[in-house]
């Protein structure tokens, strides 16, 4: 299993101003316009994909532009579906994030009816 560290580095303190790392990349995503994300997705490696799930599982906890996290999750499986299946660490994260998405999308589906 794949760990990763959420230490505050000076780099996140002084360009973030005190954002954890989940918020850091959050806050370079949304700086993206939307239909440039699946371009920009392009551009990781698969080595990056245990940390972008790990920050997608961050944001899903503390609710966090749903809409585009959610975007950012499906772009990403359709890129990396062979890698993610390939790799049983991936899943296991993967397994954690339906759970949280399907919780939360469920509740926003109920407060707008």
Same mark, same amino acid.
């Given at each position: 299993?794949?760990?990763?560290?959420?230490?505050?580095?000076?780099?996140?303190?002084?360009?973030?101003?005190?954002?954890?790392?989940?918020?850091?990349?959050?806050?370079?995503?949304?700086?993206?316009?939307?239909?440039?994300?699946?371009?920009? *997705?392009?551009?990781?490696?698969?080595?990056?994909?245990?940390?972008?799930?790990?920050?997608?599982?961050?944001?899903?906890?503390?609710?966090?532009?749903?809409?585009?996290?959610?975007?950012?999750?499906?772009?990403?499986? %359709?890129?990396?579906?062979?890698?993610?299946?390939?790799?049983?660490? *991936?899943?296991?994260?993967?397994?954690?994030?339906?759970? %949280?998405?399907?919780?939360?999308?469920?509740?926003?589906?109920?407060?707008?009816?």
């Amino acid at each position: 299993m794949i760990y990763v560290s959420c230490v505050q580095g000076s780099f996140y303190l002084a360009v973030g101003k005190d954002k954890t790392p989940a918020e850091f990349v959050l806050m370079a995503f949304e700086k993206i316009p939307l239909p440039d994300i699946q371009e920009a *997705l392009l551009c990781l490696s698969t080595n990056a994909l245990p940390s972008l799930f790990y920050y997608i599982n961050e944001w899903l906890q503390s609710r966090k532009n749903i809409i585009l996290t959610c975007r950012i999750l499906d772009i990403t499986l %359709k890129l990396f579906h062979r890698s993610i299946i390939a790799n049983s660490s *991936l899943r296991f994260y993967l397994e954690s994030i339906k759970e %949280k998405q399907r919780s939360t999308l469920k509740e926003f589906r109920d407060v707008l009816g």
